[in-house]
């Protein structure tokens, strides 16, 4: 990649690494005899659908919206959950849609007369939480105390809601396989009960199954081991991040240098709470591409990074680089394909980046620039 030639600011996917990552998860879905879909919350680049559609043949939707965009991008219907469903919305999500998942029993049974309606094309199931979690990041658990998401086993009652098909459980984020396999027990344990009267189940998302060093093996044998035990279930698994991870950029220039009280500021041309925001909620320093995150006693090239928007914390703390930063250099930050380019926004007004795809043959194809008229009709 020719850094000079990318414009900026400029979201740049590698298409060699998403094959790459595409072509694990098809040997996962293969070998271990599972359904593995895309999650469009992490990963909704809609150009590079075409290239997705090869490894995998469909993708789940958490609004009227990745419906509609699953339907007429991926050319499939989606597998649809909702925290809550809006009335007006519903006749149309169903229509988008193969399998339908409730957050609740009753949402279940508010929309189910209309969904048993739909009983030959829409498979209903219900979320579940088996109230574990290996994630760290509250913001991120979805097991934690409380949770809004998905039913404990005791508000069944012992008994599974009638005309339910499938079970749905998300309690994983950028995880491995030992903790899917601890998930599992506690899955079966207090849901055992109703999995000999499903037709599938899905294990949500979470499983970075394309960062390195993940125990590829180890999640197959983990898959095939429950699928043994339940060969009647279609198994389920819709990762975000194991599509998109690592396989892209976000392109940035230098526009003015600031110093204050010994601190000295490089200001870019894109902001982290419009195009980065994940770095400020999870957080997480974003990796710099020459740059060493870990600043050290005698480090001379030592330069906090600061958005272009008016909010006081955009900005990033000190990174320490080889040379000096200048006015107009550019600035390559690693990794920002999945979930970062999904929750940008235009804050401010801030120019969003433009969206280009780095073609094997290293053809620069820009898929999307941003202007105005995109800022003007968010709003009214």
């Given amino acids: 990649m020719d850094i000079k030639k990318i414009p900026s600011p ?35 680049m809609w150009s590079a659908f075409p290239i997705v559609r090869e490894y995998v043949d469909g993708a789940t939707a958490s609004s009227l919206h990745e ?30 849609s193969s399998h339908i ?52 086993v005791e508000n069944f009652t012992g008994k599974l809601p009638e005309g339910i098909e499938g079970l749905h459980f998300h309690v994983l984020c950028e995880s491995s396989s030992q903790d899917l396999e601890k998930v599992l027990e506690h899955f079966e344990k207090q849901f055992g009960i109703f999995l000999p009267q499903l037709r599938w189940v899905n294990f949500g998302g979470g499983h970075l199954m394309t960062r390195k060093g993940y125990d590829v093996p180890h999640l197959i044998s983990v898959l095939k081991a429950f699928r043994k035990r339940w060969p009647h279930l279609q198994v389920i698994l819709e990762p975000g991040s194991a599509f998109a991870w690592e396989t892209g950029v976000l392109v940035a220039t230098v526009l003015d240098i600031v110093k204050n009280g010994g601190v000295r500021t ?71 394909i999945h979930y970062t380019m999904v929750k940008t926004s235009t804050f401010n007004g801030v120019t969003h980046p433009s969206i280009a795809i780095l073609r094997p043959d290293g053809k620069l194809d820009i898929v999307r620039r941003f202007g105005y008229r995109d800022y003007k009709n968010r709003l009214s």
């Fill in 10 to 44: 400029c979201f740049v996917l590698e298409e060699s690494r998403l094959r790459k990552n595409l072509e694990i998860i098809d040997r996962v879905q293969q070998e271990a005899g599972v359904k593995i879909i895309l999650a469009f919350k992490g990963f909704a």
């Fill in 67 to 96: 419906a509609r965009l699953c339907y007429e991008e991926m050319n499939t219907e989606s597998h649809t959950y909702a925290v809550a469903y809006i009335p007006r919305e519903f006749g149309k999500i169903l229509d988008y």
């Fill in 266 to 336: 490089a200001i870019l041309d894109v902001s982290f709470t419009a195009h980065m925001p994940d770095t400020l909620e999870m957080p997480y320093r974003p990796q710099i591409r020459g740059a060493k995150e870990k600043v050290e006693k005698g480090d001379k090239n030592v330069f906090r990074l600061g958005g272009v928007s008016c909010l006081s914390g955009d900005f990033m703390e000190e990174y320490a680089f080889a040379e000096p930063l200048k006015i107009g250099q550019k600035i390559v930050f690693e990794d920002m």
């Fill in 101 to 152: 998942t409730f957050n609740s029993i009753a949402q279940w049974r508010k929309y189910q007369k209309r969904v048993l309606n739909f009983v030959e094309k829409v498979s209903p199931g219900i979320r579940v939480n088996p109230g574990w979690s290996p994630v760290g990041t509250a913001l991120y658990n979805p097991a934690s105390a409380g949770s809004r998401l998905g039913e404990p």
